[in-house]
Each structure stands twice: as C-alpha cells, then as structure tokens.
C-alpha cells in the first residue's frame, strides 16, 4: 500500500514537472527553494473548506511543506497581509473573486502565473497572474429539514416562508456578499443594481426573519441556522459531514451567481517559493481533483476528467440552469465595495 501512495505521489510530482516544462514555469528550481522554506502558512483555507485538508497532507507529503492555517474572511486576509508587511505570518491566503483585484489594489500581493495558466478562463484571471480563480461556487440554500417543513426552492418561496433566513457578514465575506447579488439577480438587478438584492432582504429583516447566526458547519449543526445562503461546495460539506439526511441543499430555480475564490500570495510572504509552489499544485490536476473532493467545481472542469464517485458528489447540472456569472466585474467591485454601507442603510435598519 505505501509503494502504490508513493508511486502515485511520484507520478503527481512528474505530472507537475511535466506541466511546467510546457509552460516556461521552472518547476524544479521553485520546488528546490521551497523545499528550502520548509513551510506554508495560509489564511481563509481550513481544512474543511472546499477540501484544503487534502491539498495540504499532499504538499507536505510530495515536497516536505509544512502547514499551518488562520481561519478568516477575504477582507480579514487583506488586511491582515498588509498589517504585518515588516514580520509576516501569512504567506498565501483564499478570497473571494471581487476581493482579488482589491487585494492588487492595496499592493499586498505578487504575481505567479502556474503552468496551467493557460487554460484558465479569461474572466477568471487577472492578466498579470496576481490572481486566479481555482474554483467556482454558485450561491445556494441549505436547509435544515428538521427546522423547515416547507423547503423553499426560489427566493420567491424564501419570501413567503415563516423560517428564519441567514447570510452571514455582509461586509467581509465574499460568500454573504455573492448572497445579495444573487438575490439581485433572480429579482431583475444585475452587477450595477443591487437594490432588488437589498429590498429581499430587508423585507426579511422587517418581519423578524433574517437571522444573526453565520451559516457554518457549528450553526448548522447546533440548528441555529433553518435556512442558510451559502456556496453550493460549502452547502453539500456541511450536509456531508453533519448528516445528508437532515439537510437538503439546491441552488434556486429563479436564478443565482457563480463566482469564485482565488490565491493571493502575500507580498511581503516568508516562504514566497513554497506559496508559488503550492498555487501550481492547486491549478494541477491533482489539485483540481481535491478540490471538486470537496464539493467545489473547479476552474479547469473542461480539462480533466472528475473520478465517478467525485463528480456523483456534485449538484445536478440541471440546477445550473438560470446560474450566470458576473458580467461586468469592474462595475460588480465597484458595487462590492458599497455594499457593507447600503446593507446598514437598507436592510440592519429594519431589524
């Protein structure tokens, strides 16, 4: 059994190697200087989000990194990169699609293209290989059946429910924040017109049915949370590792977004190597793999082929159906970054 993890561990460093040789990346120079750093620090990439977990035991296993990570949203992970610029503690960090190019922004990142890169959408890239998607998440619900006899399957259902409904942070977490503009979306707005997404939500709010509690894998299960807006990766591992038969997870039929989360590398990183080395894992094969392991659809889905029993642990791509991404990213950040302002002015007042 030990020979067939250690050839099979050889064979995904050969197939890195291999990637790299065809794209200009010297893999080998880049695995020798992190194997020098000994060590990747990470934030916002537990091991329980989107399968991390598997992705950190390979790296340590192939190339030696240790690891350690600090659980925390997007905005919590910029802010941190550009706290500790003189003694940092991070060196790669996971964030939201519209928290990419705010990361670029405030300086705090570096860029690595991996040897995969071409095969990366256009619009889930920043050009200069700051960032890039690994994976897309759409928003969906997550119900406790227990809580909820009537499960809703639009936001239209949402609105008429008796069960209380939770977003999470609105003004850090890229997860809430895709929550709103879904919601927007499904009810006529788009990237510039967020208000319908607003209106919902505050409709809640008045009849005392938004809930204060994040929706995590501790609500959910301590049944704090009856309904909850969350990525469809995150939903469908909290069910599993809770128990499937007391939640149920859909995306809703009157339309949702699919976004994303990228690395960042951190700028002013201590083991910068080992952060470079472990993206171009990410964007592997291999990496790709872990990733839909854990229930999120990864960015390069047309160019590999999911085991059976990984891709039988996705949603019905029939759910998908009125599933769109964002459009006009420079108008979507524009309105990202308004949002923790108009959510205090149209929705927490009514509470």
């Not at 991070?90 to 990419?100: H, K, L, M, T, Y």
């Not at 707005?189 to 919902?200: A, F, H, K, S, Y």
């Not at 201590?270 to 952060?275: D, H, I, L």
């Amino acid at each position: 059994m030990k020979r067939l993890l250690l050839a099979s561990l050889m064979g995904t460093a050969i197939s890195l190697a291999t990637q790299a040789m065809a794209n200009d990346v010297d893999i080998k120079s880049l695995e020798q200087a992190a194997r020098a750093e000994g060590a990747v620090n990470s934030v916002g990439m537990p091991d329980s989000w989107a399968n991390w977990k598997d992705t950190w035991v390979d790296l340590g296993k192939i190339y030696g990194l240790k690891h350690m990570d600090t659980d925390m949203s997007s905005a919590q992970e910029i802010a941190k990169f550009a706290a500790e610029k003189d003694n940092a503690s991070a060196d790669i960090g996971d964030v939201g699609a519209a928290f990419g190019p705010i990361a670029v922004q405030q300086g705090v990142t570096q860029a690595f293209k991996p040897s995969t890169w071409e095969q990366i959408p256009a619009w889930a890239k920043d050009a200069d290989g700051n960032w890039m998607l690994a994976y897309t998440g759409s928003i969906a619900f997550i119900v406790n059946k227990q809580l909820v006899k009537d499960v809703p399957h639009s936001w239209a259902d949402l609105k008429k429910g008796k069960y209380k409904v939770a977003i999470g942070d609105v003004s850090a977490a890229a997860q809430a924040v895709n929550g709103v503009l879904a919601a927007a979306i499904a009810n006529g707005g788009d990237e510039t017109n967020i208000q319908p997404g607003l209106d919902l939500f505050a409709e809640l709010a008045e009849q005392g049915r938004l809930g204060l509690s994040n929706p995590t894998i501790q609500t959910l299960e301590k049944g704090e949370v009856e309904v909850g807006i969350v990525w469809d990766f995150n939903g469908l591992s909290y069910r599993d590792q809770i128990d499937p038969s007391r939640f149920e997870v859909l995306i809703p039929s009157d339309g949702s977004v699919i976004s994303g989360y990228t690395t960042i590398i951190n700028k002013y990183a201590k083991n910068p190597n080992a952060a470079k080395l472990a993206r171009e894992y990410i964007l592997s094969d291999a990496g790709q793999i872990n990733l839909a392991k854990g229930n999120a659809r990864p960015i390069r889905a047309e160019h590999l082929t999911l085991p059976a029993d990984v891709q039988a642990k996705l949603l019905p791509n029939a759910q998908y159906v009125n599933v769109r991404p964002v459009k006009d990213a420079k108008a979507w950040e524009a309105t990202a970054k308004a949002l923790p302002q108009l959510w205090q002015e149209h929705v927490i007042i009514n509470m």
